[in-house]
T-cell receptor, first 107, second 120 residues
Framework: SPVLTQPPSVSVAPGKTATITCGGN??????VHWYQQRPGQAPVLVIL???DRPSGIPERFSGSNSGSTATLTISRVEAGDEADYYC??????????FGGGTTLTVL | QLQLQESGPGLVKPSETLSLTCTVS??????????WGWVRQPPMKGLEWIGN???????YYNPSLKSRVTISIDTSKNQFSLRLSSLTAADTAVYYC????????????WGQGTLATVSS
């Protein structure tokens, strides 16, 4: 079965740029969506279709997708960005598949 | 603003069936072009898709759970529901209901989640 691979954790200093990757076989051929989940809260959609931002999501959040890696980039990281981040695609059976999640720690 | 709210028992016994309902406000589950789904998250673990339903009643289930899952929709009450049978401790999780956009789209609206604990 397909697998989406995310690093378990990423750490970044405030004001710097965080990069969270999502690896998968030929993932660049499929639209990728990203969710932010703060502790004790429901997931929130932050990037859809590789690089689009929903209304209300800061421009600091951006995404890209090519080849075997999709990337979520958070610029000028703030303390409030500390959360778990999940990538999601639709697999060959048109079923949703989530990555294992990455915990972003703001130092 | 679309809102989703899960409801159901917080504690269920092993081998029994979990029944959860998602009540939608600010929009209609009978709207075309959207799917309504369930996603769960075991304690300290990641997200797992359970299944989706379209307003026509067409369902799609995670193959690993398909034999135990039933999702239904009640457009008159603006609700959709989840039933998960033959419960074990491994089914202990926060259960989220969510709206899914069509054609490879994301889950764009989520409920707050409800914790279901399987224990005798």
């Amino acid at each position: 079965s397909p697998v989406l691979t995310q690093p378990p954790s990423v750490s970044v200093a405030p004001g710097k740029t965080a990069t969270i990757t999502c690896g998968g076989n030929d993932i660049g051929s499929f639209p990728v969506h990203w969710y932010q989940q703060r502790p004790g809260q429901a997931p929130v959609l932050v990037i859809l279709y590789d690089s689009d931002r929903p209304s209300g999501i800061p421009e600091r959040f951006s995404g890209s997708n090519s080849g075997s890696t999709a990337t979520l980039t958070i610029s000028r990281v703030e303390a409030g960005d500390e959360a778990d981040y999940y990538c999601q695609v639709w697999d060959s059976n048109a079923d949703p598949l989530f990555g294992g999640g990455t915990t972003l720690t703001v130092l | 603003q679309l809102q989703l709210q899960e409801s159901g028992p917080g504690l269920v016994k092993p081998s029994e069936t979990l029944s959860l309902t998602c009540t939608v406000s600010g929009g209609s589950v009978g709207s075309s072009n959207y799917y309504w789904g369930w996603v769960r998250q075991p304690p300290m673990k990641g997200l797992e898709w359970i299944g989706n339903i379209y307003d026509t009643g067409t369902t799609y289930y995670n193959p690993s759970l398909k034999s135990r899952v039933t999702i239904s929709i009640d457009t008159s009450k603006n609700q959709f529901s989840l039933r998960l049978s033959s419960l074990t401790a491994a089914d202990t999780a926060v259960y989220y209901c969510a709206r899914r956009r069509p054609t490879g789209g994301p889950f764009d609206y989520w409920g707050q989640g409800t914790l279901a604990t399987v224990s005798s």
